[in-house]
């Protein structure tokens, strides 16, 4: 049973950092598979903000380009995201993800791929 936990999550000030984490157990994939942050607004569709490929190659969405960084421990069994420069606008619920039969190069953000979820994290920012 596939089991996903973040943490980290907080309200802070814009301009500061948070690094998010997810505890992850259970995969038995058979394919290769990504692990993935995405973001929901309330009222909004959930949306892909980084991805990490079993090779290590990460992807991320154009909005946290340059301030983001997903990454993983040595045994792949925490994921993190590292988020600085953090702004009002990325205020959100988020949350940890893992997609089988993914590539970095191929992943598209689509919350429909996605096999199984965290219960998310908030982080909040105020300007």
């Known amino acids: 049973q596939v089991q996903l936990m973040e943490s980290g999550g907080g309200s802070l000030q814009a301009g500061g950092s948070l690094r998010l984490s997810c505890v992850v157990s259970?995969?038995?994939?058979?394919?290769?598979?990504?692990m993935a942050w995405f973001r929901q607004v309330s009222g909004k569709e959930r949306q892909g903000v980084a991805v990490?490929?079993?090779?290590?190659?990460?992807r991320y969405a154009d909005s946290v380009k340059g301030r983001f960084t997903i990454s993983q421990d040595d045994g792949n069994k925490i994921l993190y995201l590292q988020m600085n420069n953090l702004k009002p606008e990325d205020t959100a619920m988020y949350h940890c993800?893992?997609?089988?039969?993914?590539?970095?190069?191929?992943?598209?953000?689509?919350?429909?791929?996605?096999?199984?979820w965290g219960q998310g994290t908030q982080v909040t920012v105020s300007s």
């Open positions: 259970g995969i038995t994939y058979k394919r290769p598979y990504c």
């Open positions: 990490i490929g079993v090779d290590g190659s990460t």
């Open positions: 993800a893992a997609e089988n039969d993914c590539s970095s190069g191929s992943w598209t953000g689509d919350p429909r791929y996605v096999d199984h």
